[in-house]
């Protein structure tokens, strides 16, 4: 079913928001040579066969990134990482760099190319076609009518070959993220996935020979807002993209579940003839809860001059609290327990449970019970029982806060 939508997940929490969400497929990394080593989270080589057996149950892909600029020295490196992709049942390898190319095309892998090989016209993508790639993630400075025109010739010249684009999430100042500044500044290759995000911070620009300071309007002048295509998802369909890719594997649980179920909801809308414009604002407006710099379109619409952030860190509209860890599961009654170690909670916040199995639950209270007794609030200490969808012991407990007001989030 096209388009196909791929999550980002770098544990078992967010693997299981992304299937539940109705992810196609899902994309992920080892503990090295990928291009979200520093600063993310990765699996093991050892997990990467119950990864995908949990997938493969809920019939979702599992991509694996080898994506790095990769030495000589680290050879066997790479064949020990593609050797327990195999025995894994990977189902294609995320990469760019030729020894990768020729080792996983011995094994029989198929083989996607990363955006890093920066693919931005037919040609490019007719030659790595050749080379063995199947699918080919598209540069991100193409705008819309470009990657039309690609997909139109490859059309017309009956290629075999997908093409992939990311939809959602964090923006490079580097092109196709290729950038030298934390090495420069840090000794932190963003090349080797080790980006500290220097780029994100507050600058000045200052006349070193005469001290003369320029007072900017912006003063995250390399810090991009985050891409976010829902207003023009319907377009980006019609242009005939064959998988849409979302960022995110150095962020949460619940930004995987929202923001996955937001673009599921907005691609089966479309299919159906019932995606709106209330419908697409209503996506937006929930994808906002969760980690964002605020929202651009990228380039499809053209260079995304001024898209800047504006502000260090998120522009969420939500954050959540840790409040405890369930400590029973009553499956008869379908009800949670949970000591609450901070804070207190009320009838109708709204909250997330996130576990290793249960991915992540979001919610809001029906009604609170303490001590068999129904109450409105409880308070920090207090063992509170409610009714909630299948939870495990362990799982943790969140609060969702407003942002704004740094109240509850209760429904209006």
């Known amino acids: 079913m096209k388009p196909e939508l791929m999550a980002p997940v770098g544990n078992f929490e967010m ?78 390898i995320i990469c760019w760099d030729l020894m990768v190319l020729e080792k996983a095309k011995k094994l029989g892998f198929e083989l996607h190319l990363s955006t890093q090989a920066s693919v931005a016209n037919y040609q490019s993508l007719k030659k790595y076609h050749e080379l063995g790639f199947k699918r080919l993630v598209l540069a991100r400075e193409l705008d819309l009518e470009q990657i039309k025109s690609i997909k139109e010739r490859i059309i017309k010249d009956n290629l075999d070959v997908e093409i992939e684009c990311f939809v959602h999430g964090a923006m490079c100042i580097a092109v196709s993220g290729r950038c030298f500044m934390s090495q420069i500044a840090y000794n932190k290759s963003a090349n080797r996935g080790e980006c500290i995000q220097v780029c994100r911070r507050k600058y000045k620009v200052t006349d070193v020979e005469e001290g003369t300071e320029l007072e900017l309007e912006n003063q995250f002048v390399m810090s991009p807002k985050d891409l976010c295509t829902m207003p023009i998802i319907d377009k980006l369909i019609d242009a005939g993209i064959d998988v849409f890719k979302i960022e995110g594997r150095a962020r949460s649980p619940e930004y995987v579940r929202i923001v996955v179920e937001s673009y599921r909801k907005a691609i089966d809308a479309y299919k159906k003839g019932l995606l709106t414009k209330k419908l697409k604002k209503d996506l937006i407006k929930r994808m906002e809860r969760v980690y964002n710099r605020g929202f651009e379109t990228g380039f499809y619409l053209g260079k995304p001059l001024h898209a800047w952030a504006g502000v260090y860190g998120s522009k969420a509209t939500t954050r959540k609290v840790l409040l405890g860890k369930i400590s029973n599961y009553y499956n008869k009654t379908g009800v949670a327990e949970v000591k609450l170690e901070c804070e207190k909670i009320a009838k109708n916040d709204y909250y997330y449970i996130i576990g290793f199995t249960t991915g992540v639950i979001e919610g809001k209270l029906p009604e609170l019970m303490v001590n068999d007794k129904k109450v409105k609030t409880a308070k920090k200490g207090d063992i509170v029982t409610f009714k909630s969808p299948k939870a495990r012991v362990g799982d943790k407990f969140y609060k969702v806060v407003s942002v704004k007001d740094n109240k509850h989030l209760v429904q209006k």
């Open 15 to 92: 693997l299981q928001a992304a299937i539940d969400s109705g992810a196609d497929a899902v994309y992920l990394g080892t503990e090295t040579l990928n291009m979200r080593t520093f600063g993310s989270l990765n699996f093991s080589l050892k997990e990467l066969k119950e990864v995908v057996n949990r997938a493969h149950e809920n019939n979702v892909k599992v991509y694996l990134t080898i994506n790095s600029i990769i030495y000589d020295h680290e050879e066997l490196l790479v064949d020990s990482i593609l050797k327990s992709a195999k025995e894994a049942n990977i189902d294609a």
